[in-house]
């Protein structure tokens, strides 16, 4: 294969942030290596962001500058189009699909964007002909869309879940580390830069949700389905949950986990995918995962389990998904970007969480007086909720609560449900309870 | 894309062991959605195998038999291969040559082959324009050649290296739960299964030694270079070796590690490849893989550290990797198999083990009398061995033998082996020297 007569991958790159100017630079510092494993030279022909005049620290002089990036799309002499503007809607959005419609391929880093608009991109990317590809939008540099995609690819997926935010699992493992609270950690994290000032999109789920519904999509051929996420963040926790879980053999990690049930006869599975904070057991692989790191396992029916882990976000990782995606384009992959062609996705309707089965974690923070307990065990008796057992801090917490944490015998989500709707509105409660899943090994 | 138009994929499969029959299970257990993900179907038409009457299992009554392999790779309606024969030369060897001399695509689970023919396999494949794939020759159902290849072509991988022998480290792992000794723990692990009975090439590192010197050809972009391969295998580690790793804060792995460093000007840089148990600090994720498992970490200049861990042999998994490349194929995949063209391989120098600097553990059993610490220090003084802590077992073990085991501070490994050579022959010493390098995190 002689690599003179190939052309040249033409890009366009639209946004210019810490990835954009990861990508340029990442480009340049390994062209020669892209060049032999893409068969082709990737040439950055024309780039488009907000600011001309901001500096990046990256040389963007060989590139034409375009300030309309739909514009920039249409340009003869670009190939493909790298979209890292970011934001579900408006500019990226209407990028994509300009792009698309003129046959060019997209990559991009948005994993709001495909979360919510996947389904109809991959349907304007099959029209066209064009490449759709998005590596960067799942867990920064770690290649589980590919993984997935290709790699699991003649298995029935049992299960796929993981640690797919990093700022709250840089939160969870310090909060672990220092036995300090949620509002301190995030303070701190903030300061660290390893948490938005802004920080909502990640410690409420919906960043891992977005990720979630995108993994799921792939690994169970479904028209992605982001709005059926149950999607609960990790600001509940409180150091003495860490702690009691400590006691019990697991560590709280932020989960998002999908996986299947038979539907009623004649009709698809129906599809469950829940980001919420989970138990998980110490010796499974995912407690060992800290910091800002990100990790998926997938489970199929031949391979059993597989772990994908590695950085989940930051400019060289995201750069180097990008990079990896442009690479398979140059190679000649044109295949579909949810593994099976988009006429073939199916519809699958969202399975009741409160059917499933398994052990619970329920921690509740009551008034120090007496009767209490009594109502705690009443309502989950009253609920079918069998307790394999529960634990009173001696000690009552700041403002006399005291903390009481049951663990459930394996049975119904729904009934522990029930329980809490029982206690709501307890005046014996001190604040909201809080219900984490016990992570099946 | 719609997929009654594209022709089937027609498959002959060579070799029907447990592997064999698994892809035969496989491709007939989840046809559907492997149709869906491929685009086509994957029609196995004729098989091949040793006996023709053993019952494996699996239906074979709708393929042709042939008894001659080479005949079979041979038949106009086969356009790919599936070597699951094994045996670096002879009838595997064979049959991969003359498959890809026709022009027919070749997917093969044979680490040995690969190792040792991988390069003139790659060009003859180039030469003809077929498929060449051995997804399922290193670490099982693990998508690492993909990952390598694929998810982290962008990058310039600094360091390969990981857990490549199920064998060694279900039974290192069971050394450490149990506080048995190498034989007794190999002998339960042969009873139940985890081991061969032949287990040589397993304990001797030489396995993992095949699926290293892949994974470094395909990540440096080098020729493959098996015969360079620096290898030492288990059976000399005692549990008293796992304890003091254990007080030290370390496991004991066998950790195949593959990096380079800089030639002399003008030349290409120099390959270091070595299959050596080692001490892994109890906080990096290798020390935390148990059991029959594989686990490989990939670092590269942008994405960072990445880890593919899984199920490293075993029927489902392996076919899980075999279909995974069919799929690959019938998609149109027909890129090089190590990531960049045969003539643009590059050969590499091998580095010498002896510059590279590192910790070291070292452990002598001597005779429990005066004089022998003397002796062990004025030999490590000599080499220019500067020692960071040293522990003398107070006990004396079975036949009186004491164990003194080093840990050298940050130096050149050249002096570690010249110390160990100033000990040779010396009668204080009751059994060979043991040098374990300590993995940089």
Redesign the interface.
């Known amino acids: ?1 002689s ?1 003179g007569s190939s052309p040249p991958l033409r890009i366009a790159l639209a946004g210019l942030g810490t990835v954009g100017a ?1 990508v340029v630079r ?1 480009l340049a ?2 062209a020669e ?2 060049t ?4 082709r030279r990737l040439e950055v022909v024309a780039v488009s962001a907000r600011d001309r005049n901001r500096d990046r620290g990256v040389d963007l002089s060989g590139f034409a500058w375009e300030d309309d990036m739909v514009a920039m799309a249409g340009r003869e002499d670009v190939d493909i189009v790298v979209e890292l503007v970011g934001g579900s809607d408006g500019p990226a959005l209407n990028l994509a699909r300009s792009a698309l419609a003129a046959g060019k391929g997209l990559v991009t880093a948005n994993k709001a964007m495909i979360a919510h608009h996947g389904l109809t991109l991959a349907e304007a990317a ?1 029209k066209s002909g064009a490449a759709l590809k998005f590596e960067a939008a799942v867990a920064g ?3 589980v869309v ?2 997935l995609r ?7 997926v049992a299960r796929i879940y993981g640690i797919l935010n990093g700022t709250c699992n840089y939160i969870l493992s310090k909060m672990e580390e220092s036995g300090a609270d949620f509002a301190e950690t995030l303070a701190e994290a903030q300061a660290l830069g390893y948490a938005e000032a802004d920080p909502g999109f990640d410690i409420k789920g919906v960043d891992a949700a977005h990720k979630l519904a995108i993994l799921a999509a792939i690994g169970f ?1 479904a028209k992605i389905d982001f709005a059926a996420v149950h999607c609960e963040g990790i600001s509940a926790i409180r150091a003495a949950d860490i702690a009691q879980a400590d006691a019990l053999g697991y560590v709280i990690r932020l989960i998002g986990i999908a996986d299947t049930e038979e539907g009623a006869t004649g009709k698809q599975p129906r599809l469950l995918q829940r980001v919420r904070p989970c138990l998980v057991p110490k010796h499974h ?1 995912l407690a ?1 995962v800290s910091g800002p790191t990100n ?1 998926v396992v997938a489970e ?12 989940g976000a ?1 400019d ?2 995201t ?6 995606d ?3 384009i140059a ?3 044109v ?2 970007p949810f ?3 988009v006429d ?1 996705l199916v519809q699958m309707a969202p399975a009741d969480p409160g059917d499933r089965t398994g052990r619970t974690y329920l921690r509740l923070t009551v008034a120090d007086r007496p009767g209490v307990l009594a109502e705690i065990a009443t309502a989950t008796r009253d609920a079918g909720v069998s307790i394999e057992s529960l634990i009173q801090k001696g000690r009552p917490e700041e403002g006399g609560e005291v903390l009481v944490a049951l663990v459930t015998h394996e049975g119904p989500q729904r009934c522990v449900d029930d329980a809490v709707a029982l206690l709501d509105g307890s005046d014996s409660l001190t604040a909201p309870p809080l219900v984490m899943p016990i992570l099946k090994a």
């Open positions: 294969m690599q990861g990442l510092a390994n290596l892209i032999a494993r893409a068969g099959a540099g770690i290649p590919k993984g290709e790699g699991t690819s003649a298995n029935r051929g692989p060992h990790a199929g029916d031949f391979v059993g389990r597989l772990l994908f882990q590695g950085a930051g060289g990782p750069a180097s998904a990008v990079v990896a442009l690479i398979d190679r000649g992959d295949s579909p593994s099976v062609p073939r």
